[in-house]
């Protein structure tokens, strides 16, 4: 699979901005114009592409990609993870992530990542939990708000809400991080999976961000 050509990078710092001069063509749903979330520490305006004649161009137009090992995944990756849309997870961006209760995991390879991503999505690739020892993987957890209790058990009371995400609905990224994350405790209940993924997110025009620029 190549490099991704950025095609479409959309990313408004709220710098002032009056946002209820926003005059926008392209809303979210009817009664949601826009959100508004944190990525890198700093508010920004998460919209739709306001351009009704934009087309996507980079890898993620392509329909037909060999499977195995990319197959349609299942709505349901596990038994009690809850599945979600991009409405869910606009309103997790909103409310959750600024508040410091949930997290967004892209769950791709680093270098995906960098190249562009979700706002507010933090990058913990598949393959870190995959082949995690228990040390690396209680570190991973502490970072995600689980305590360690006198007696040495966790205790995931405090423990944040995910939302995980990767390429899209062909794509078994996700659902490997997922079973990793479970299989080393971590609270079914506190992961939610968003199944379309990249794909999706970019077909409905909304914003994403880079971390690293493509060298030409």
Not at 15 to 44: A, H, M, W
Request: charged share 25%.
């Amino acid at each position: 699979m190549k490099r991704l050509l950025i095609t479409s990078i959309f990313i408004l710092p709220l710098l002032g901005e009056n946002l209820q001069d926003r005059d926008l063509i392209v809303k979210i749903t009817e009664d949601i114009p826009y959100i508004t979330t944190i990525n890198s520490g700093k508010k920004i305006i998460v919209e739709r592409i306001q351009d009704t004649n934009n087309r996507l161009t980079d890898d993620y137009t392509k329909t037909s990609r060999p499977c195995p090992p990319f197959c349609i995944q299942p709505t349901k990756v596990a038994d009690g993870v809850k599945n979600i849309g991009e409405l869910e997870l606009l309103s997790f961006m909103q409310n959750e992530v600024p508040k410091g209760r949930g997290v967004v995991i892209d769950a791709r390879l680093k270098s995906w990542f960098e190249i562009e991503t979700i706002p507010s999505a933090i990058n913990i690739p598949f393959t870190v939990i995959q082949n995690a020892s228990k040390g690396k993987v209680k570190k991973i957890f502490q970072l995600l708000g689980m305590r360690i209790k006198a007696n040495g058990n966790w205790d995931f009371s405090k423990a944040k809400t995910l939302a995980v995400f990767d390429n899209g609905m062909w794509c078994e990224q996700s659902k490997h991080f997922i079973d990793g994350m479970i299989a080393h405790g971590y609270p079914k209940e506190k992961i939610s999976y968003y199944r379309d993924g990249f794909q999706g997110w970019k077909l409905l025009g909304l914003t994403t961000v880079v971390h690293k620029e493509i060298k030409k």
